[in-house]
């Protein structure tokens, strides 16, 4: 059973770009959550989706930022006109329904020069 | 809403020493808690967690951590460490409860650093 896959692993944008994060979630799971981990700190929470729909965008900043997970291939998250203050990993989870524990992928690195 | 503090940044141990890297947490509801182990430039891994019943859990390498409802911590503790053990660990919280809120709440990291 192949974990929770993300791509690409490193991402290089200049200023202005779009940046186009993937993630395949673990076989059977149909949750999937995004975290941000700045340098130096530890994971933000930023959106949680289940299939279509999303539950909890508390954390994703309120410009730039967008989320979805359709009904069928990965969930994307999007960041539209990027700055340096996104470069960042960004870390997708996925989880069962009613399943405690979130599995996560091995994370997108995004520079921004 | 839950916070989660790890006050210990680095913790230097010497090989096969004991150690532990502490985990407070708040909250006002009952909580899940966790803990993940990160490697350098790879994604989280979970090491163990707590939901219910014996406050002593055991997860994987050898560590283990004891969820203290009073003192609000849940502490991780390995009586030998190895080399191998060098890494980021993070202490995570989550709403006790199945019906939304389930994003965790993570500290700020300990970087745990053997030396031989």
């Known amino acids: 059973n192949a974990g929770v896959m993300q791509n690409p692993r490193h991402l290089v944008r200049r200023r202005g770009q779009e940046a186009r994060l993937r993630c395949s979630p673990m076989?059977?799971?149909?949750?999937v959550y995004w975290y941000r981990q700045l340098p130096e700190e530890g994971l933000k929470f930023m959106v949680y989706l289940q299939k279509e729909n999303i539950i909890d965008e508390s954390g994703m900043p309120k410009e730039r930022f967008s989320a979805e997970f359709p009904k069928e291939g990965p969930s994307i998250l999007r960041i539209q006109q990027v700055v340096r203050g996104d470069s960042a990993a960004y870390f997708c989870a996925s989880s069962t329904y009613l399943e405690e524990t979130q599995y996560f992928g091995p994370g997108t690195r995004l520079l921004v020069l | 809403a839950q916070s989660v503090t790890q006050l210990d940044s680095q913790v230097p141990v010497f090989e096969e020493a004991p150690v532990e890297l502490r985990c407070n947490y708040s909250?006002?509801?009952?909580?899940?808690l966790f803990w993940y182990v990160q490697y350098p430039n790879q994604g989280l891994q979970l090491l163990l967690k707590?939901?219910?019943?014996?406050?002593l859990v055991k997860g994987i390498n050898g560590f283990e951590a004891e969820f203290n409802k009073s003192q609000t911590s849940f502490h991780l503790r390995k009586p030998s460490v190895h080399i191998s053990d060098t890494a980021e660990y993070f202490c995570a919280v989550r709403e006790g409860s199945n019906f939304g809120n389930e994003k965790l709440t993570f500290g700020t990291g300990t970087r745990l650093t053997i030396i031989p």
């Open positions: 076989k059977g799971h149909s949750h």
């Open positions: 909250s006002s509801v009952s909580v899940y």
């Open positions: 707590y939901l219910s019943g014996s406050t």
